[in-house]
């Protein structure tokens, strides 16, 4: 292996991302315990062997340059890396510890992830659990994710990919709607009715219906006098509310159908899902924290698959 740090110190890059954390050399000298000027002079000696400014300086501040926010976001992990492998030979991580960061789409989070977090932290009382709720794709380099929830995830060559489970799709109703409305008894009804869409909040494109007629794949996306983007559950609660039809995955609306405030329609043509992905960087090292968290949720996995 080439070397590449024989004139590039790790203390000099340790130096630069505790000032960029404090956007200042003062107190990134404190906490290393020198001074503001052996600060200074390191990171100047850094900017030197790449070439490029990190910081732009005044008399009363500092703060990054775009290289410098994009060299500190790499360093960043980098260095945290290094600081868990030290840990790991050394055992101070026999014990699963520290801060997990998650990111999950509402409906995995309020219906499969956050009920179990608990038994979670039960195992493993000496981690801590960060979630970040939302659908937006993440960058885990930038923003410092360790895992992510996606449905219908792209492939990404940087990521390692494990299927959770293929979500199943159905139809809903509530009781009130159907009762004025009457039954869908084929697709070709579903446009005499209210069907309450789902937009995609990055482009308003509306999510297709996934149907099989005679083994054969359908969609269907119609006009609506509701669609919600952001959050499929506003469409449940649209759905349980009398609005219309909606349709969305069976693990969201299990309690609702056994109760009866929802009613599945169209059971002829189900049978269509979308797949929920479990993402994590590709690396070599992979902290005691997330496998221990990979293990916990793909034993979860096994036990949904058995219902």
Same mark, same amino acid.
């Given at each position: 292996?080439?070397?590449?740090?024989?004139?590039?110190?790790?203390?000099?890059?340790?130096?630069?991302?505790? %000032?960029?954390?404090?956007?200042?050399?003062?107190?990134?000298?404190?906490? %290393?315990?020198?001074?503001?000027?052996?600060?200074?002079?390191?990171?100047?000696?850094?900017?030197?062997?790449?070439?490029?400014?990190?910081?732009?300086?005044?008399?009363?501040?500092?703060? +990054?340059?775009?290289?410098?926010?994009?060299?500190?976001?790499?360093?960043?992990?980098?260095?945290?890396?290094?600081?868990?492998?030290?840990?790991?030979?050394? *055992?101070?991580?026999?014990? =699963?510890?520290? $801060?997990? /960061?998650? &990111?999950?789409?509402?409906?995995?989070?309020?219906?499969?992830?956050? =009920?179990?977090?608990?038994?979670?932290?039960?195992?493993?009382?000496?981690?801590?659990?960060?979630?970040?709720?939302?659908?937006?794709? !993440?960058?885990?380099?930038?923003?410092?994710?360790?895992?992510?929830?996606?449905?219908? %995830?792209?492939?990404?060559?940087?990521?390692?990919?494990?299927?959770?489970?293929?979500?199943?799709?159905?139809?809903?109703?509530?009781?009130?709607? $159907?009762?004025?409305?009457?039954?869908?008894?084929?697709?070709?009804?579903?446009?005499?009715?209210?069907? !309450?869409?789902?937009? +995609? =909040?990055?482009?308003?494109?509306?999510?297709?219906?996934?149907?099989?007629?005679?083994?054969?794949?359908?969609?269907?996306?119609?006009?609506?006098?509701?669609?919600?983007?952001?959050?499929?559950?506003? *469409?449940?609660? $649209?759905?349980?509310?009398?609005?219309?039809?909606?349709?969305?995955?069976?693990?969201?609306?299990?309690?609702?159908?056994?109760?009866?405030?929802?009613?599945?329609? +169209?059971?002829?043509?189900?049978?269509? &899902?979308? =797949?929920?992905?479990?993402?994590?960087?590709?690396?070599?090292?992979?902290?005691?924290?997330?496998?221990?968290?990979?293990?916990?949720?793909?034993?979860? /996995?096994?036990?949904?698959?058995?219902?």
């Amino acid at each position: 292996m080439k070397r590449h740090f024989e004139d590039l110190q790790l203390g000099s890059i340790e130096l630069f991302c505790l %000032a960029a954390e404090a956007s200042s050399f003062t107190a990134a000298a404190q906490t %290393a315990g020198v001074t503001p000027a052996a600060v200074s002079r390191s990171i100047s000696r850094l900017e030197e062997r790449l070439g490029s400014r990190l910081f732009v300086r005044t008399t009363r501040s500092i703060r +990054l340059t775009d290289s410098g926010r994009t060299f500190f976001e790499q360093c960043r992990q980098a260095l945290t890396q290094l600081v868990e492998a030290q840990q790991e030979v050394m *055992g101070a991580q026999a014990v =699963p510890s520290g $801060l997990l /960061r998650i &990111s999950i789409p509402t409906t995995y989070a309020h219906h499969r992830l956050l =009920p179990l977090l608990p038994r979670f932290r039960e195992l493993y009382p000496q981690v801590t659990v960060d979630i970040h709720i939302s659908n937006r794709n !993440i960058d885990f380099v930038a923003e410092g994710y360790d895992l992510a929830i996606r449905v219908r %995830a792209q492939p990404d060559s940087s990521l390692i990919a494990r299927l959770l489970e293929n979500g199943e799709l159905v139809v809903v109703a509530a009781p009130s709607y $159907l009762q004025r409305a009457g039954i869908p008894q084929t697709l070709e009804d579903l446009p005499g009715f209210e069907c !309450i869409q789902y937009e +995609l =909040p990055s482009d308003g494109r509306r999510i297709p219906w996934l149907f099989q007629v005679d083994g054969t794949a359908q969609e269907f996306a119609g006009a609506a006098g509701y669609s919600c983007s952001d959050d499929v559950l506003g *469409g449940v609660t $649209l759905a349980k509310h009398g609005a219309g039809l909606f349709q969305t995955y069976k693990f969201i609306v299990e309690r609702e159908l056994a109760d009866g405030s929802l009613v599945e329609v +169209l059971k002829p043509f189900g049978g269509r &899902s979308r =797949p929920f992905t479990l993402l994590y960087p590709h690396g070599r090292y992979v902290p005691h924290r997330v496998r221990a968290f990979l293990d916990f949720l793909l034993a979860c /996995r096994d036990e949904w698959a058995g219902r």
